[in-house]
């Protein structure tokens, strides 16, 4: 990533949209809508002074939800460009209301609220599509209650909480264990608050609220105006403090989760939703299981699939390594369900195919493997390009040129053409990179004989 | 007449693509409708089979 953003051969144009697209193959010309970010690329230094003043706190999309940022970020820590962006759907400033801290904050004087999108007209003489593919979103399979158990999550939110940089710092904290986590900070807010309240009146009088309260119950202090005030704050007080010591003696079981289940063929293979095979998701799934285990030796992890699809170079290797290793048990199975049991436990019901009966089994976390869909995106943006689609929304291609699209001089790579893993994804780029050229360079010649 | 080459979007493929021509020579736009390039793969911890760093 650094590289393109240093190669001198590379104008990056990141938060921007294709607006229009005229011509014909060696003579495109391009409209780009460079959207505002409201912060001035050329100035911007990216120290990231800005978001820790700014005060709205952001779900952050790039760690699916599972963590904050601010209206003003950076998409990731180490994105190319750093520079910043606001968020106009959160900024107070541009919401209408008084802020304007992180302009005051930025030594660099790169915030610019007034910024407009820009459009840009480019000419070029080949395009490469790789718009890149959606999660399928299982809410959609009721079975497997995505939105209503906090621990099931999706593969790529499961890679967010493995990772050293998430929001768990690459501990397996359990969403529902952090829900609480984040409650009891909650109350320890208002408990903070409550407490310095009470304190004043027990500094004024020396007494302890406690001894106060059960004399007032007891019809004491009725005219007393202060110390009826005194005990109405103990009383609040303790409202607040029953359920925190409730929630802290839960949080006191809680551990990393160590007891994990994948499914696979979420949305894929599933004649609901996509007949396609994803391809990549098994050993997705048998890669995060090793990780896993490497964060924790005794996490266990269950892989239920229709089978394992691990064709590449070295990745039946990996998978028999993953289950001699890495404590991987591979079950041939169709999950059918998904329920809550005690704990927060999601409870995994499914037919093991081998000993022909159906088992119930809990976990504490469970990975939905979802599928490759095709982005939401690809409908506008094929009817600006003028190439045609599949049935499922993925740019059509011939068996025999797997990288042209329909109409000449656009290409098309990764999981915009077909679900796909990384490898293939960049087997298939440089194969699209050298289409490109090649299409450029021969619609060159056929206007200079043309003139000739 | 100009002889660049567009490239939509900013993850793994395009960033691929993007490199390889603009070490042939080529000027190569690349547009990303997100603040930073990477895309999926940016989000992810380790790659199979190598686990090798995303990043």
Redesign the interface.
């Known amino acids: 990533m650094l590289d393109v953003g240093r190669h001198p051969n590379i104008n990056l144009l990141a938060y921007s949209e294709i607006e229009k697209v005229d011509g014909e193959v060696g003579d495109f010309k391009v409209t780009v809508r460079r959207k505002a970010r409201y912060v001035e690329e050329e100035k911007c230094t990216g120290c990231g002074a800005c978001k820790e003043k700014c005060p709205t706190v952001v779900p952050d999309a790039f760690n699916e939800g599972l963590g904050e940022r601010k209206a003003i970020y950076s998409y990731f820590a180490q994105g190319i460009p750093s520079t910043h962006t606001i968020d106009p759907d959160h900024c107070r400033q541009l919401q209408g209301k008084k802020c304007g801290i992180c302009a005051k904050t930025c030594q660099a004087e790169a915030i610019n609220f007034d910024q407009q999108d820009r459009i840009l007209e480019i000419d070029v003489a080949a395009i490469i599509v790789c718009s890149g593919y959606d999660v399928f979103d299982p809410s959609l399979i009721p079975e497997y209650r995505y939105d209503q158990i906090p621990n099931v999550v999706t593969a790529i939110e499961f890679e967010r909480l493995l990772s050293a940089s998430g929001p768990t710092d690459g501990h397996l904290d359990r969403p529902s264990d952090r829900a609480i986590e984040l409650e009891i900070e909650a109350f320890e807010k208002k408990a903070k608050k409550s407490q310095k309240m009470i304190q004043k009146f027990e500094d004024k009088y020396s007494e302890t609220s406690a001894d106060l309260y059960a004399k007032y119950q007891k019809g004491e202090y009725k005219d007393d105006e202060d110390r009826v005030k005194w005990a109405e704050k103990y009383a609040a007080h303790l409202a607040v403090m029953e359920p925190l010591d409730a929630l802290k003696r839960k949080a006191e079981s809680f551990s990393v989760a160590k007891k994990l289940a994948f499914i696979q063929c979420v949305g894929s293979r599933d004649f609901r939703f996509f007949p396609f095979c994803s391809g990549y998701c098994c050993m997705h799934s048998i890669k995060e299981a090793i990780i896993a285990h490497e964060h924790e030796t005794e996490t266990t992890s269950t892989i239920f699939g229709m089978d394992i699809r691990a064709v590449g170079k070295g990745f039946e290797e990996y998978k028999v390594r993953g289950g001699n290793h890495s404590n991987i048990t591979y079950v041939r199975g169709r999950v059918a369900e998904i329920t809550e049991g005690p704990d927060s436990n999601p409870v995994v019901t499914y037919e093991d195919t081998k000993e022909r009966k159906v088992k119930s089994e809990a976990f504490d976390l469970v990975i939905l493997a979802t599928a490759c869909a095709p982005t939401k995106g690809i409908l506008e943006l094929s009817n600006i390009l003028g190439i045609e689609l599949d049935p499922y929304n993925f740019v059509k291609t011939s068996s025999l040129s797997p990288v042209d699209s329909t109409r000449p001089g656009i290409f098309v790579c990764g999981c915009a053409e077909s679900p796909m893993d990384v490898p293939e994804s960049v087997a298939q780029a440089s194969s699209a990179a050298e289409r490109a050229a090649e299409s450029a360079f021969q619609a060159d010649l056929k206007k200079e004989e043309a003139v000739a | 007449?100009?002889?660049?080459?567009?490239?939509?979007?900013?993850?793994?493929?395009?960033?691929?693509?993007?490199?390889?021509?603009?070490?042939?020579?080529?000027?190569?736009?690349?547009?990303?409708?997100?603040?930073?390039?990477?895309?999926?793969?940016?989000?992810?911890?380790?790659?199979?089979?190598t686990?090798d760093c995303?990043?």
């Open positions: 007449m100009s002889k660049d080459i567009l490239v939509i979007g900013g993850g793994i493929a395009g960033i691929q693509s993007s490199l390889d021509l603009a070490d042939m020579g080529k000027k190569v736009h690349l547009v990303e409708c997100l603040p930073s390039i990477g895309g999926k793969m940016a989000q992810l911890d380790k790659t199979f089979p686990n995303a990043i």
